[in-house]
């Protein structure tokens, strides 16, 4: 009988052998008990990369899948795929934030069935949330070994793909390349977010401003910069994005790169509690008096509060917080996707990124912020030159140690 190869995707195998999600679910891989997750994950996931990301002997588990298909006596030739069409490769991953995922998601459906009908391209395609709970596709990221293991295009805002074995692996030996002559905004250029090696197509920003309740900060000046937030006046002053003992990493390193472990370690003592940016919106609007005077949120979420005399956003001297929008294409794919990476690339999904509030780096598209704000990033050589991942983990937990402190309790 054929035996399950560790090259096989998740979704083949529980696709031909229904039986084997038993085995997967009790053995580590609760998540493949959503239908979805196995749609839309386990298209791209091989079983070699899911047992690598947790440590899982590979022959102990194939005895145990193999068991379990003689058990049920359904161990058949695999014939078939898990896609809709005749490839079992995802083309396309789209891992946005909610507020640019929603309106992108009709337009982007819209566009890749016209390629579908008028073009005779079907594309195997996946539109997520960055910050769903169950795809995250960052944790197998860095267990990829294989260029086919990653889809052929993939629009991102998370720093998962900055992490180093990724960037060694794949960016840096040139499996990526930027869709070129396209005009690209002067604002957003001269504040360097464009990748000068032209591994990462950046189409927009994603940036964090601070917004104050003045009538809960009382006699408390006013800040200024971001800086001003280590002050000990602002200690349990601060509000930022956190879910259980996760919060932040671009507000962490940022603060680490202007300040060193010991500006995220005050940070610490600043941050009273981490929400949900939508979360944020709805105390600073309530009557509670024990909410904190300053929220780290992004743009588009200030945008959504209703006008106030007393909450005000409020613009740091040294700028705002800023990370990348990219999309990474493939090299070798470029000319059978052109169209696609142009559409990508071009002046309507840069104004779907405008209308949300995530600047567009389309040289035909206006940035929507005032003139005299600052755009405040890491920058592509801090990215290149360090060990992201390592930083992110070795700075939340820098914070953390210092936030647990306090005695403060983990986020909801």
Known sequence: MEQI?????IGEIIKNYPETREVFINNGFAIFADDTVIQQLGVVLKLKTALKSKNI?????????????????????LQTTVLENDSNHLNMLSLLPCPLKVPMQGELKLFLDYLREEKNLPLNYCIE???????????Y???FEEPDEIPDIIMTAGYGFFYKKFMDRFVAKGIFADVINRPVNSRLAEAGIIDPDGHFTVIGANVLVMVVDKNRLGNIPMPKTWGDLLKPEYE????????GDIFCDVVQLNYYKDYGAAGVEQLGRSVKYGLHPAQMVKELTSS??????????????YKTMKESDHIKILWPEDGVLTYPISVLIKADKMQELQELAEYLTGPEIARICAEAY?????????????????????GWDFIKNNDMKYLVETMNDTFMRVYRGGGKEVCS
């Open 5 to 9: 190869q560790l090259t096989m995707t």
């Open 57 to 77: 002997n590979e022959e102990s588990f194939m005895k145990l899948l193999q068991g379990k298909i003689a058990e049920t006596g359904r161990y058949k030739n």
């Open 129 to 139: 949330s960055f910050f769903n709970d169950h795809l995250d596709y960052e944790d």
């Open 141 to 143: 990221l860095e267990h």
């Open 236 to 243: 349990n002053k601060v509000v930022m994005r956190g879910h």
């Open 288 to 301: 509670r008096k024990d909410v904190p005077p300053i929220h780290i949120m992004p743009y588009f979420f």
């Open 358 to 378: 995530f600047p567009a780096t389309h040289g035909d598209v206006k940035v929507n912020l005032p003139e005299h704000v600052k755009l405040k990033w890491l």
